[in-house]
């Protein structure tokens, strides 16, 4: 079956850095997705990635290894506004999107 | 979410009622979906659209009608609501350099 695993919750200081494990099972792969969503609001794309590597975006960065079926998203110096949770989704062979849970992640100032 | 209006944004239900969420973009995408999001689960499809004219099922279909007259509008639509189907309705547009989803803002629905 397809799946993807996230951790529920995860809590950080303000200013410090936070990383977001996501592993993933689908059949057949076209790429991973991050994507920020803050109570009560709709999710917003942060990034794609289908090649290994990491793309480095502002204080947002993410990760991918095909191989071992693993992203992470990398948050750096911690703002307030980023509490929110922060959902990762495969795209299938069908180019359909495979989604988790969703991550919620606590700033502490 | 410029470019996806959802209509309603909230709505309660008795059991049994029957009722039409309309997803509307000016984004001239073909791609449109139709998700469900409940505490705790990942985002799940219930119907999608591949163009006008088009819909196919997602998921999580029964229960749920979908129509894509206009390219502009998908409309979802609840025949005989269940309190399973409490939950929060997002529509999204496929769209930009990666394919990503574009969301509407969300139709929060409580079924009684």
């Known amino acids: 079956g397809q799946n993807i695993d996230q951790p529920t919750e995860m809590t950080a200081t303000e200013g410090a850095i936070v990383q977001i494990n996501c592993t993933y099972q689908?059949?057949?792969?076209?790429?991973l997705f991050w994507y920020q969503q803050h109570a009560g609001e709709a999710p917003t794309f942060l990034s794609y990635n289908v090649l290994d590597g990491l793309e480095e975006k502002g204080r947002f960065s993410s990760f991918l290894s095909r191989s071992k079926g693993y992203s992470y998203l990398l948050l750096k110096e911690l703002q307030m506004k980023d509490s929110a949770s922060y959902l990762c989704?495969?795209?299938?062979?069908?180019?359909?999107?495979?989604w988790g849970a969703g991550t919620k992640l606590i700033i502490k100032p | 979410n410029a470019g996806v209006t959802q209509t309603p944004k909230f709505r309660v239900l008795k059991t049994g009622q029957s009722m039409t969420l309309l997803c509307a973009q000016d984004?001239?995408?073909?791609?449109m979906y139709w998700y469900r999001q409940d505490p705790g689960m990942g985002l799940r499809l219930i119907h999608y659209?591949?163009?006008?004219?088009?819909?196919a099922k997602g998921e999580v279909p029964d229960g749920y009608n979908v129509s894509r007259l206009k390219k502009q509008n998908f409309l979802l639509g609840l025949e005989s609501a269940a309190p399973s189907q409490t939950s929060v309705y997002f529509c999204?547009?496929?769209?930009?350099?990666?394919?990503?989803?574009?969301f509407g803002e969300g139709s929060r629905l409580t079924v009684l």
């Open positions: 659209s591949v163009g006008e004219g088009t819909t």
């Open positions: 989704a495969a795209m299938d062979s069908n180019y359909q999107l495979i």
């Open positions: 689908t059949s057949g792969f076209n790429g």
């Open positions: 984004m001239n995408h073909e791609y």
């Open positions: 999204a547009i496929a769209g930009g350099d990666t394919g990503e989803l574009f």
